[in-house]
């Protein structure tokens, strides 16, 4: 057998890409990575952000009718009570 009868030896070489288009592809990748988990922390953090801010909405309104109805309630019922107390 002779070496112009080998297949392997009768294939062109595959191109040899340089070290430094290696070295971009490479930033590239971590640069695509960096922002997917930028994206990801992001949107996460959005939607926590947003149960929070409802949360503290619900909360703030309980308490702000708890309170306001309370001591308006409470007041009105002072004052009844005091009428009812004083001698006719």
């Not at 297949?7 to 930033?27: D, E, I, K, L, N």
């Not at 990801?40 to 939607?47: E, G, K, Y």
């Amino acid at each position: 057998m002779t070496d112009s009868a080998d297949p392997v030896a009768a294939r062109p070489a595959s191109p040899v890409t340089p070290p430094s288009a290696q070295r971009g592809r490479s930033w590239l990748a971590v640069a695509f990575s960096l922002l997917a988990i930028a994206l990801t922390l992001a949107v996460v953090s959005v939607f926590y952000a947003g149960f929070a801010i409802v949360l503290g909405c619900v909360v703030g309104f309980i308490s702000f009718h708890y309170f306001v109805w309370g001591w308006w309630l409470g007041a009105l019922l002072r004052a009844e009570s005091a009428e009812d107390e004083s001698p006719s």
